[in-house]
């Protein structure tokens, strides 16, 4: 069984503040992790991926994730947050295998201060 | 590059109406398919997935169904819609093995009145 938490359904900074978005996972094999983004009455767009390589992965628009084994961890960061980074993020779980199920947390939206 | 797509963006149905959502993915061979719903402060609820045409898998019992009658088109449908079946439904897609992240589409509203 796998299952992702997130914690802090709303999150407020101030623009040009540190983003920090938390995630904690469980999986009784290796996990794959993601991060993803949603603006409003959008799709999905992905972030970033840990697939077991590097343990800090770089995503897109400057936000990175560092996967930690030992607290399960795998929180979304951005040194400075910029007014386009609000929106809702939400972080998955998966697993190798020829059907990929991915779990979802139930989300973080962010909130960004002028 | 591979695009997805979905139809209508938005759409507005009287309870018992039927329904029919259609997804389309550009630029690949073979691709899993998935359906979600997701609804306010709930996350994404997964419906179902297709590993290939014909082949469908249900997660949560309930009025939908979904058929794959092409490699790379995937259709939600019901025949009578209900309230609890308002929300925002997306469709994704993955590809080959070793490529695990799922790629969204830009979703269909749903309101069912």
Known sequence: AQSVTQLGSHVSVSEGALVLLRCNYSSSVPPYLFWYVQYPNQGLQLLLKYTSAATLVKG?????????KSE?????????A?????????CAVSRA??????TFGIG????VIP | SQTIHQWPATLVQPVGS?????????GTS????????QAAGRGLQLLFYSVGIGQISSEVPQ???ASRPQDRQFILSSKKLLLSDSGFYLCAWSGAPGLYEQYFGPGTRLTVT
Not at chain 2, 30 to 37: I, T
């Open chain 1, 97 to 102: 295998g020829g059907y990929q199920k991915v």
């Open chain 1, 108 to 111: 973080t939206k962010l909130q």
């Open chain 2, 30 to 37: 073979n691709p899993n398919l998935y359906w979600y719903r």
């Open chain 2, 18 to 26: 039927p329904l029919s959502l259609e997804c389309t993915v550009e």
């Open chain 1, 82 to 90: 910029h007014m386009s980074d609000a929106a809702e993020y939400f």
């Open chain 1, 60 to 68: 897109i628009n400057g936000f990175e994730a560092e996967f930690k």
């Open chain 2, 63 to 65: 009025n939908l169904s």
């Open chain 1, 72 to 80: 399960t961890s795998f929180h979304l960061t951005k040194p400075s």
